[in-house]
């Protein structure tokens, strides 16, 4: 039975506990499903359309390899982001429950709270961040628009000057209004964001073009590697790099998941999202960005400063609400929906998918994001003790889903707190799933930390792909007599 309001329509969960039950947490109906291929795609756009991409894009070709390799090493990381999505978002699909309610399925319905608790905490500080980001292209808006209101960044109020707190509070206001209105105008948002930056980034491409002529496409824009092992090498590296690069969402793709149509609508939209869209960008990220080294002297990799040195204020004004909005649109899709439902999870019955939001957004700023990233010792602390976290609740989740369950769910058992219900395990929480978590997230964050404090050589990235498989060949481990078990309910 579905329930019937003015939000995403959802189903009834007969007898469902209120600690785990809410219309937000509820599966969504078959008729609130709406999110067919392109609204996938411009989901993916929409996160890799963003000043923060446009960089992680661009720096690839900054790695020593030549044109070509840095393309096949793209195409293999992507290809790789491509399954694993498949992967984590049909649990979602098929049942349209999110990801806190996933977790259930491994950790316990208590034990989800934990994880969800991980991921929210990696949301909100990006998300705060991200917001910083949008309002420094606020702040050069105002400044093109009104020359004088420069006069207001001379002084600093708890780190931040007069004019870039009002950038600042402006993006966090604008983007909550948004945020706030429902899953439904945030699809309809996020079709707006992704096509409409990729106007602009062909724009500049043209304009580039138009500068320099063709003698300006390179794909390669730093010195090769010096031998063919240390080539293979930094090939091997940028390809985990994408991988880790789509960490976050590779753990809750499923809250967008749980929206879509059917299973072949999410496939081709993140095929044409992830691969097909990647690649494109990156393309024309590395035309943009090999053009600026002759037009400018110097190869810029942030788009909101090309724009600013092109001079014209029509360009610079179109260009910066532009990178407003394509941050806004990342941070829907990496940071906002995540935490808003992981916060909701928390305590159901209190706490809805808006209130979450709004807790969300009043962390952000506590944060103090733009001393956060001001910091490179607290954000290498905080990628290494939180970001490789992910990992092994990734591989744990899939291998409890794929090997130990079998993909049967019992979808009224996610929702219950009786002891013989299949997710109460031990008191709500699943022992196995927390042994495999401590064992593999010890491994990648302590290698993560002795590698970025110089104890060892550094793993970068290959800490998520460590945490992840150890995570899930220990949860397969301990959970191996319970694999072979019937369940005893219907699995829906």
């Known amino acids: 039975m579905a329930s019937q309001t003015r939000q995403v329509p959802t189903l009834v969960i007969t007898g469902a506990h209120p600690r785990l039950f809410n219309h937000d947490l509820a599966p969504t109906a078959p008729e609130g499903r709406t999110w067919g ?81 991980v991921r ?56 909550l209004l948004i945020f706030l209105s429902g899953m439904e105008r945030i699809r309809r948002f996020i079709d707006f964001c992704g096509p409409v930056v990729y106007l602009v980034m062909f724009a500049m491409a ?98 909101i400063l090309i724009v600013q040195k092109i001079g014209n204020p029509i ?37 809805s998918f808006r209130l979450g939001g709004l807790i969300t957004s009043i962390l952000s700023v506590l944060v103090c994001p733009w001393l956060f990233v001001a910091s490179p010792g607290a954000i290498t602390l905080f990628v290494s003790i939180f970001g490789s976290a992910l990992g092994p609740m990734f591989g744990i989740m899939i291998a409890d889903y794929y090997l130990v369950k079998r993909q049967a769910v019992t979808v009224d058992d996610l929702y219950s707190m009786a002891p013989q219900a299949r997710y109460h395990f031990d008191g709500g929480w699943n022992p196995k799933a927390l042994i495999a978590l401590a064992i593999s997230a010890t491994l990648s964050i302590g290698l993560s930390l002795l590698g970025a404090y110089g104890a060892m050589f550094n793993v970068g990235d290959w800490g998520w792909l460590i945490g992840a498989g150890v995570g899930a060949v220990a949860y397969r481990g301990l959970s191996r007599p319970a694999a072979q078990l019937i369940p005893t309910r219907a699995s829906v």
């Open 315 to 351: 360009v610079v004004i179109v260009g910066s609400i532009t990178f407003i909005v394509a941050t806004m649109g990342i941070n829907i899709v990496a940071n906002f929906v995540s935490p808003a439902y992981d916060i909701s999870n928390l305590s159901p019955e209190h706490i």
């Open 120 to 175: 929210g905490v990696v949301g909100i500080v990006w998300y705060g961040v991200q917001t910083y980001f949008a309002s420094k292209a606020v702040q050069v808006l105002i400044v093109t628009l009104a020359p004088s209101a420069a006069s207001l960044t001379h002084n600093s109020i708890a780190g931040l000057s007069s004019l870039a707190w009002f950038s600042f509070l402006f993006m966090w206001c604008f983007q």
């Open 37 to 117: 291929v392109f609204s996938l795609f411009a989901m993916w756009m929409s996160d890799v359309h963003s000043v923060g991409g446009y960089t992680f894009a661009a720096s690839l070709f900054f790695l020593g390899l030549t044109g070509w390799q840095v393309l096949i090493s793209m195409l293999l990381g992507i290809t790789a982001v491509y399954f694993l999505m498949n992967l984590i978002g049909r649990p979602s699909l098929r049942h349209g429950i999110p990801f806190p309610v996933v977790a259930r399925l491994s950790f316990g319905v208590m034990g989800a709270n934990l994880a969800a608790m």
């Open 206 to 303: 043209i304009w580039i073009l138009w500068q320099t002529g063709f003698s300006s496409l390179s794909l390669q824009l730093s010195p090769p590697a010096a031998s063919r092992t240390a080539t293979i090498g930094v090939m091997a590296n940028a390809a985990m790099l994408i991988v880790a690069y789509f960490s976050a969402l590779l753990l809750n793709f499923g809250d967008f998941a749980r929206f879509g149509k059917n299973q072949a609508a999410m496939k081709m939209g993140n095929f044409l999202g992830l691969p097909v869209n990647f690649l494109v960008f990156s393309v024309i990220t590395v035309i943009v960005t090999a053009g600026t080294l002759k037009v400018f002297g110097q190869a810029i990799t942030d788009p």
